[in-house]
């Protein structure tokens, strides 16, 4: 399968032959990322490829490696950015070139433009919008942006967009489009004509982390009255007993004489090292060893049992934080602690 241009070939072929360049170790870890019918269709190319030309095997490589810069560049400045880098890098005429190429499989995340932004901005775009249209923004940022807008929202908006942006599961592109117009840009051609999914329980959990503990408070409190269950969800997930290391010393003091003993003991038999140092480091020589002694005899433990125990553990925690009686660093720098 020897041919004088590359350009003769097709994609599946560039790929044969990108990946007999590259070695069976390589080429067996690409396979680990693709599809079943994926490999067989390569294994079926790489097994009809007889010769592979010096010069032909160089083009496909800098195609690749030109494919692979043009991707960089789109993710850290979106396709414009991408273009500008590549037309000073290999000409206007090939850059083009590379980046039509692309676009037949490119996805290009929505609202790219947008995470690139200042908070600022973007809330003067999106404040007076509707709530679900603000969750739906908010979701596709990133997390300490959609943190620092939520918290410059309107109390009594606050709530809403949280919990929509909690229950969202999947938005049609035309309604992506259309608000990405709203913001006066057009990246949607290259995104797939599937239904995208943004937003979710991790989604908020991921930016009420990032808020001030007064704007955590007003939202949770506004969605234990209107969903329970969700703000119990939410809660259960915004500290997991991991988190800890996050905790200060005193604090940590006060959570060891609050939870029930064989909790800890369970909690920490599978908690990893950095885990267990804050914890024994926070207790008496005395306990720490005697802690050490009573885990060591409890042979193996169910999964089930110990996530119990500490789940257990995160809702002691929760509620002396709601108390006042230990602090959780948050985002905002209202908990700082001086």
Do not use: W
């Amino acid at each position: 399968m020897a041919k004088g241009n590359s350009t003769e070939l097709s994609g599946r072929q560039k790929a044969a032959i990108l990946l007999i360049t590259l070695g069976p170790e390589v080429s067996a870890q690409i396979f680990k990322h693709l599809r079943e019918e994926e490999i067989e269709q390569l294994t079926l190319e790489i097994a009809n490829v007889r010769k592979v030309e010096s010069d032909e095997k160089d083009t496909i490589l800098q195609e690749f490696h030109q494919i692979c810069l043009a991707q960089e560049y789109i993710s850290q400045g979106g396709i414009n950015y991408a273009k500008e880098i590549l037309e000073k890098a290999l000409g206007q005429e090939k850059a083009r070139e590379v980046i039509n190429r692309l676009t037949a499989t490119l996805q290009v995340r929505p609202f790219d433009f947008a995470r690139k932004a200042d908070p600022a901005q973007i809330l003067n775009f999106i404040q007076n919008e509707n709530a679900q249209t603000i969750a739906l923004v908010l979701s596709y940022l990133q997390f300490e942006q959609a943190s620092v807008i939520l918290s410059s929202l309107p109390q009594e908006k606050q709530a809403e967009v949280a919990r929509r942006v909690a229950v969202m599961d999947s938005t049609s592109p035309e309604v992506i489009a259309q608000v990405e117009r709203v913001l006066e840009q057009k990246l949607s051609a290259t995104v797939t004509q599937d239904y995208t999914s943004a937003g979710g329980i991790e989604s908020i959990v991921q930016i009420l982390n990032g808020v001030d503990r007064g704007t955590e408070r007003t939202i949770l409190d506004s969605l234990e009255i209107q969903d329970p269950e969700l703000a119990e969800e939410i809660k259960k997930r915004m500290f997991v007993f991991e988190d800890i290391v996050n905790v200060d010393n005193r604090s940590i003091q006060r959570i060891i004489r609050d939870v029930e003993n064989a909790d800890l003991q369970l909690a920490l038999k599978v908690a990893s090292e950095e885990v267990r140092d804050v914890i024994f480091r926070n207790m008496s020589k005395r306990m720490a060893e005697s802690f050490r002694e009573e885990m060591e005899y409890m042979g193996p433990v169910r999964l089930r049992d110990v996530e119990e125990a500490q789940s257990r553990i995160v809702s002691t925690i929760r509620r002396l934080e709601e108390a006042g009686e230990v602090i959780i660093a948050r985002g905002g720098g209202d908990d700082i602690i001086v």
